[in-house]
């Protein structure tokens, strides 16, 4: 069962892109509608439709794909390395959108430098709603405590309020070691929450190879939903992590 403070922050995010004009619901309805409702040919359509756009507006916003202009298919264009965009960062820029309409989103740089892209409100809203949309699927929901294994750095830091707003708990893998994870566990269970996990894929097996070792049998712990994210997910995890949280 939900808690109220888990309905109640659900509710604020959905006044919230009300009153913004209500972009992310209307972006989800659009997601369902191409994945769930939407027959084969006229799903194909869609997507033939969006893509077509998207090449459109790379050809001619977009100095490195300007030369690509003749081209009509996803297959003329090149398979680019993050390397070659940080590189070469303003040809990946579009023109159509001012410096005050680029939202920059960078990486945690867990596999090394920190990667920069830009967005604009848009592509924001979409990519949120596509997060909803397909963490709802593993049994997530808007408002639920989210536990957030990854790097934590300056640059992507949550403020406090920020945190309790979003229900998000960062922890930070760097120094994610046996007492850490301990630490954690203690904290979720006294807490009595319901919890969805969202962390490196190598942070979810250090989990499940700590309580293999030090706390065999099902955690008091109440989990909702558990996703992997920037690395291939092992079967070990996979069965270790469902036999002791149940997802």
């Not at 009300?18 to 972006?27: F, M, N, Q, T, V």
């Not at 070659?84 to 040809?91: D, K, S, V, Y």
């Not at 989990?207 to 712990?221: E, F, Y």
């Amino acid at each position: 069962m939900r808690r109220i403070g888990e309905i109640l922050r659900a509710e604020v995010f959905w006044k919230m892109d009300a009153l913004r004009g209500g972009s992310i619901k209307k972006d989800l309805a659009s997601i369902k509608n191409i994945l769930e409702s939407a027959e084969g040919e006229s799903r194909a359509k869609i997507t033939h439709d969006n893509l077509s756009a998207l090449l459109n507006h790379a050809t001619t916003t977009v100095e490195f794909y300007r030369q690509f202009s003749n081209h009509s298919t996803l297959q003329d264009f090149p398979v680019v390395s993050k390397t070659t965009i940080r590189g070469n960062f303003e040809l990946f820029t579009s023109t159509a959108f001012t410096k005050e309409q680029q939202i920059p989103v960078v990486t945690s740089g867990s596999t090394g430098t920190p990667f920069k892209v830009l967005h604009n409100e848009a592509k924001k809203s979409r990519n949120s709603a596509d997060t909803i949309y397909f963490a709802g699927l593993a049994g997530f929901s808007v408002g639920s405590r989210l536990m957030y294994l990854k790097v934590w750095s300056a640059n992507n830091r949550k403020s406090a309020l920020v945190q309790w707003m979003q229900n998000v708990m960062p922890v930070d893998v760097i120094s994610f070691n046996d007492i850490a994870i301990s630490a954690m566990i203690k904290r979720i269970e006294k807490s009595n929450a319901t919890v969805n996990f969202l962390g490196y894929s190598s942070a979810l097996e250090l989990v499940c190879r700590h309580l293999d070792k030090n706390q065999p049998g099902r955690t008091k712990m109440n989990v909702s939903s558990a996703l992997s994210m920037s690395e291939s997910l092992n079967d070990y995890t996979k069965t270790t992590f469902s036999k002791y949280f149940g997802v």
